[in-house]
C-alpha cells in the first residue's frame, strides 16, 4: 500500500518535471527587439556572405549579394559576389549580370540590380536589364519609397548619387565624402557610414553631417529602414534605432553573432551572418 503510494507520488513528480523541462527547451521567443519578443528560423543557408538584403513587399522576394569569402580575404583576388533571390525558400541566382546589390522600387514594382558595368532592371523571368549609367561600378543601391529618386554609391570613391529615374539624371550629393553604408528615411535624412569610422546623418538641407555617439568605431554593418519610416543599424553587438534628432541611438536588439545584412517585411526582421539568413518573428509571440 505504502510503495503504491509513493510510486504514484514519484509518477506524479517525473510528469511535472518533464513539463519544466520541455517549456524550457521550446522557452517560445527567445529574443527581445524593443519591447516586443520575437523568435527567429534560419530562412536559408548557404557558403558564403550574405549582404545587401532587401524585401520586394509586393512578392516577399528577398534580395542578397552572395560574397565569396575565400576572395575577400585574398588581397590579390577581386572580391567575387553573386546576386540572388531567395523566393518561396529557394535561392535563384541572377546569372546575367555581374549584380553587386539590389533596390525595390514598391510602388512601380521595379526591381533594380547594381552592377559593375550600370544599373539594370529585373524583367519578369528575372533577368537583368540594362537601364543606364554605363561603365560606373555601382556597389550599394537605397530606394526610398517616397519619391523617383535612387541613390547609388559608385567604386572606388564610393560617392554617392541620386539617380532620378523619370528624367534619368544623376546627382552627387557633395556633403557625404563617401558610404558603404547608407539609408535614407522619408524626410530625406541620410544616414551612412564612411571608411569603418563612424556612424553619420545628414539631415535634409543642411551641409555638415552629424555624428551618432555611443557605437564602438568599425562596429556597423547594414542599415535598412522599417515599415515606420525608422532608420535601423545592424551592428557588430546588435540593433540600433538611428533618429534624426538624437544622437544617441537607442539599443532595440543584442546580438550574438556579426551581422551582414538586414531588412524588413512588414513586422518580420531577416538578419544576415556567415552563411545563413534567419528570420525573426513576432507572429506567434505574446
Ligand atoms: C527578360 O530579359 C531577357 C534578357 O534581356 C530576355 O531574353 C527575355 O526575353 C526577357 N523576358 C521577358 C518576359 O521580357
Known amino acids: 500500500m505504502c510503495d503504491i503510494l509513493y510510486f504514484l507520488e514519484v509518477k506524479k513528480m517525473l510528469k511535472y518535471l518533464l513539463i519544466i523541462i520541455a517549456t524550457v527547451a521550446s522557452e517560445p521567443c527567445p529574443y527581445t527587439y524593443g519591447n516586443q519578443r520575437y523568435e527567429r528560423i534560419a530562412v536559408l543557408t548557404i557558403k558564403g556572405l550574405p549582404t545587401n538584403l532587401v524585401v520586394n513587399p509586393n512578392t516577399r522576394d528577398l534580395f542578397f549579394t552572395l560574397i565569396d569569402i575565400d576572395s575577400l580575404h585574398n588581397d590579390d583576388e577581386q572580391t567575387k559576389m553573386d546576386q540572388y533571390v531567395l523566393r518561396n525558400g529557394m535561392p535563384i541566382k541572377i546569372d546575367n549580370v555581374n549584380g553587386q546589390a539590389a533596390a525595390v522600387d514598391a510602388k512601380n514594382n521595379k526591381v533594380y540590380i547594381a552592377s559593375d558595368d550600370g544599373l539594370n532592371v529585373l524583367n519578369q523571368t528575372d533577368r537583368?536589364?540594362?537601364?543606364?549609367?554605363?561603365?560606373?561600378d555601382i556597389v550599394l543601391l537605397f530606394k526610398p519609397q517616397h519619391n523617383d529618386e535612387l541613390y547609388a554609391v559608385l567604386y572606388p570613391e564610393n560617392e554617392v548619387y541620386t539617380i532620378n529615374l523619370k528624367k534619368n539624371e544623376k546627382n552627387k550629393i557633395e556633403d557625404v565624402p563617401c558610404a558603404?553604408?547608407?539609408?535614407?528615411?522619408?524626410?530625406?535624412?541620410?544616414?551612412?557610414?564612411?571608411?569603418?569610422?563612424?556612424?553619420?546623418?545628414?539631415?535634409?538641407?543642411?551641409?555638415?553631417?552629424?555624428?551618432?555617439?555611443?557605437?564602438?568605431?568599425?562596429s556597423a554593418r547594414a542599415m535598412a529602414v522599417d515599415n515606420n519610416n525608422r532608420v535601423i543599424l545592424a551592428a557588430n553587438d546588435g540593433l540600433y534605432l538611428l533618429r534624426p534628432d538624437n544622437l544617441v541611438p537607442k539599443k532595440l536588439m543584442n546580438l550574438d553573432f556579426v551581422p551582414s545584412g538586414i531588412a524588413f517585411d512588414e513586422d518580420d526582421i531577416f538578419l544576415a551572418t556567415?552563411?545563413?539568413?534567419?528570420?525573426?518573428?513576432?507572429d506567434e509571440c505574446e
Open 128 to 136: 537583368a536589364n540594362f537601364v543606364s549609367m554605363k561603365d560606373e
Open 180 to 218: 558603404f553604408i547608407l539609408a535614407v528615411d522619408a524626410q530625406d535624412n541620410i544616414y551612412y557610414e564612411c571608411n569603418t569610422k563612424y556612424v553619420k546623418v545628414l539631415l535634409k538641407d543642411f551641409h555638415e553631417p552629424i555624428e551618432f555617439v555611443g557605437i564602438s568605431k568599425n
Open 274 to 282: 556567415n552563411s545563413v539568413i534567419y528570420k525573426y518573428s513576432a
